[in-house]
């Protein structure tokens, strides 16, 4: 009972070891998926050398139930028939893990994929937010800058009013001085309108003199021309 790549025993042995590493590599993906460090194979890499494996099993579980019908003892060929179901039964239930396995991978790196691009976006409104404060940041110090130039506004005005009022005050001093001056001579206010007439008519002298004096140097300058 021969194959094209062998007898049917040859057959069955090479399946089984292939079984056993496909389980092994199973195992690995396992503690892999679990583990916060990958070492040796990458997973990828031994994802595909499983699936490879399985799939070469199933092909020998083909040629296999070809060649246990072609055994002439029908104790021989149930034997041989169960143990090929049985090799097809435990390939099949390892493609259902390594498929499980790749379904999950699949939903952690789509789920990767969407906390990516969530953080994206939350960063990107992080730096919106924080361009808010610091609008507000700058607005609150123009506040504050405005108001404390107003203070000093303020300060410098209150500080000229009471030089003012300082300078008021001596300017009234010194005309309560004055009149007690005055008092003090013995002068009254009629003196002093005289003093204040003379000295009108005294400058109104002094304007007609200016007058006269230019009206004859004008007509010395046209008389002599």
Not at 28 to 33: I, Y
Not at 92 to 110: I, T
Not at 127 to 130: G, Q
Not at 183 to 192: D, E, H, I, P, R
């Given at each position: 009972?021969?194959?094209?790549?062998?007898?049917?025993s040859?057959?069955?042995?090479?399946a089984?070891?292939?079984?056993?590493?496909?389980?092994?590599?199973?195992e690995?993906?396992?503690?892999?998926?679990n583990?916060?460090?990958?070492?040796?194979?990458?997973?990828?890499?031994?994802?595909f050398?499983?699936?490879k494996?399985?799939?070469?099993?199933?092909?020998?579980?083909?040629?296999?139930?070809?060649?246990?019908?072609?055994v002439?003892?029908k104790?021989?060929?149930?034997?041989?028939?169960?143990?090929?179901?049985?090799?097809?039964e435990?390939?099949?239930?390892?493609?259902?893990?390594?498929?499980?396995?790749?379904?999950?991978?699949?939903?952690?790196?789509?789920?990767?994929?969407?906390?990516?691009?969530?953080?994206?976006?939350?960063?990107g409104d992080s730096?919106?937010?924080?361009r808010i404060?610091?609008?507000?940041?700058?607005?609150?110090?123009s506040?504050?800058?405005?108001?404390?130039?107003?203070?000093?506004?303020?300060?410098?005005?209150a500080?000229?009013?009471?030089?003012?009022?300082?300078?008021?005050?001596?300017?009234?001093?010194?005309?309560?001085?004055a009149?007690?001056?005055l008092?003090?001579?013995?002068?009254?206010?009629?003196?002093?309108?005289?003093?204040?007439?003379?000295?009108?008519?005294?400058r109104?002298?002094?304007y007609?003199?200016?007058l006269?004096?230019?009206?004859?140097?004008?007509?010395?300058?046209?008389?002599?021309?």
């Open positions: 009972m021969e194959g094209g790549g062998g007898t049917l040859e057959i069955y042995q090479s089984k070891k292939l079984l056993m590493r496909a389980q092994d590599g199973i690995r993906l396992e503690r892999l998926e583990s916060t460090s990958s070492g040796g194979l990458d997973s990828p890499e031994l994802s050398v499983v699936k494996d399985i799939s070469q099993v199933l092909s020998l579980c083909a040629d296999m139930d070809r060649l246990w019908r072609s002439q003892a104790p021989q060929r149930d034997l041989w028939r169960r143990k090929v179901e049985l090799v097809a435990e390939a099949g239930s390892l493609k259902e893990s390594l498929d499980r396995y790749f379904a999950r991978n699949q939903r952690r790196m789509k789920e990767a994929q969407e906390r990516a691009e969530l953080l994206g976006r939350a960063n730096a919106h937010v924080l404060f610091d609008e507000e940041a700058q607005a609150m110090q506040v504050h800058n405005s108001k404390r130039m107003l203070a000093d506004s303020i300060s410098t005005g500080a000229i009013l009471s030089k003012y009022s300082e300078q008021r005050e001596r300017l009234k001093r010194a005309q309560r001085k009149l007690d001056v008092n003090t001579v013995g002068l009254s206010n009629a003196v002093l309108r005289l003093i204040e007439r003379r000295n009108r008519f005294d109104w002298i002094k007609f003199g200016m006269i004096t230019l009206v004859i140097l004008y007509f010395l300058v046209r008389s002599s021309g």
